[in-house]
């Protein structure tokens, strides 16, 4: 994985010899004559005409998170939140239902209940556990489900490899949000997946620099097996005079040429050359960033678990957890650097412990080199109702952790001086309070 993290998708050989990718900064591509750019509209044959579709600079990003995922293509996109709905539009229309994991990043929950609504998309939510649920959810009209690979924030994992059996017993493709485990601690196509998305921004950069998204066909999906259903892929397509599925047969993805031909050029959803770069700098040393950032987070959460002011720990780790099974199973390398915590004292808790933190930054990140420290209920998942809240395990008192590159003891003095802080806040709370009279 190392190693393809450095060197897939790009050789020394261009003019220059330039050991590192170069940023092509241009907005079009000159063509020989007038054929080959016919050709080329034709999709005839491969090469870039104009940026807002393809550039060689995110191109390399492209192979190298395929190379990584042991996918068949990717796509590169402005942010994870476009990977998202890029990938959902390519399998859905009107009338389809989407069966979606309770436990989702609050923006795509919004995504799904609102935009995807308004498109005449209906969604089941289940809880990822619930094998049952899975099979009962599924109906004629499902053509998705979709889950995360580590649930932000809770860090719950799910067992994909039962997850996609009951999926493709429907013929029903299976997309992963694999943002918070990366291709370096777990790989949703060896589970089952379909599709991955990825929120780029997180630990594929892994220094807070640049916002981008990519999504990754794994090769398990193939729309020839059932073409009445994928009728889009597997008809000539009216509008690009080709039938998207032929990619198929040359080891390409079909799905992807349709969703970037339609999808990434009509939204716009073009990712930057200068941000592709950034991101394939991070991803050179995405291995030995996720091996010390899981680490430190599990030694964190330990202890952190059993702390005074602290009602529960929220990492795959700690004593008791249902999932704790798959991570010894599924997740040899760790279980990534981003868990919660639920304090005693609710919300005051939770903001004087964000206050008094000096290491851990107050941020709507993750993935950074730096630590984070958030409260998903007024922040990330403040505009879901309390029960989808609940639902995810954010409660008044979570707060949320990712973990950085700092040295450990040091991040372990700072939470104890966050939990002091919010021991504090709870007990003058307490004091303040009105006893009741009593009435004998």
């Not at 939204?267 to 010390?292: C, H, N, W, Y």
């Not at 008044?396 to 700072?414: A, F, K, Y």
Request: charged share 20%; net charge negative.
């Amino acid at each position: 994985m190392s190693t393809a993290a450095i060197h897939a998708g790009w050789r020394a050989d261009d003019m220059h010899g330039a050991v590192t990718p170069p940023i092509y900064t241009t907005s079009a591509y000159a063509h020989r004559d007038h054929d080959s750019l016919k050709e080329l509209f034709a999709r005839r044959c491969d090469g870039f005409a104009y940026s807002r579709s393809g550039n060689p600079t995110t191109a390399v990003l492209e192979e190298r998170i395929t190379a990584l995922e042991g996918g068949i293509g990717a796509i590169a996109v402005a942010s994870g939140q476009a990977a998202t709905t890029i990938a959902l539009c390519a399998l859905l229309e009107p009338g389809s239902h989407l069966v979606a994991s309770e436990l989702l990043y609050g923006g795509t929950t919004e995504f799904l209940d609102d935009t995807l609504a308004d498109l005449a998309v209906t969604t089941t939510t289940v809880d990822p556990w619930d094998l049952d649920a899975w099979e009962r959810a599924i109906t004629a009209h499902t053509r998705a489900v979709i889950v995360e690979s580590i649930a932000n924030p809770g860090a719950q994992l799910v067992d994909l490899d039962a997850i996609s059996a009951i999926a493709h017993a429907h013929d029903v493709p299976v997309i992963v949000d694999a943002t918070l485990s990366s291709p370096a601690l777990y790989r949703p196509g060896d589970h089952g997946a379909d599709v991955i998305v990825h929120s780029a921004t997180k630990y594929l950069c892994g220094h807070g620099t640049t916002i981008a998204g990519l999504i990754v066909d794994t090769g398990n999906f193939d729309p020839r097996r059932c073409p009445e259903r994928w009728a889009r892929l597997t008809t000539p397509n009216r509008r690009f005079g080709v039938t998207f599925a032929d990619d198929y047969a040359r080891g390409c993805s079909g799905l992807l040429s349709y969703a970037r031909a339609k999808y990434v050029t009509d939204f716009g959803t073009t990712l930057p050359a200068t941000s592709a770069q950034q991101i394939l700098v991070g991803i050179e040393t995405l291995d030995l960033r996720m091996r010390k950032i899981s680490a430190d987070a599990a030694a964190l959460a330990s202890r952190l678990h059993g702390s005074g002011g602290v009602d529960q720990v929220n990492h795959p780790t700690i004593p008791g957890r249902a999932d704790a099974i798959l991570a010894d199973r599924d997740f040899p390398r760790g279980t990534s650097g981003v868990f919660s915590v639920d304090l005693s004292g609710g919300e005051a808790a939770a903001a004087a412990f964000c206050d008094a933190l000096e290491l851990f930054t107050l941020a709507v990140n993750i993935g950074d080199a730096r630590s984070l420290v958030c409260h998903p209920g007024t922040t990330t998942h403040s505009h879901l109702t309390e029960a989808q809240r609940l639902a995810c395990g954010v409660g008044p008192g979570t707060v949320r952790l990712s973990i950085g590159l700092e040295d450990l003891e040091d991040l372990s003095e700072d939470l104890q001086r966050g939990l002091a802080a919010a021991r504090a806040a709870t007990a003058a709370r307490t004091r303040q309070s009105p006893v009741p009279a009593h009435h004998g």
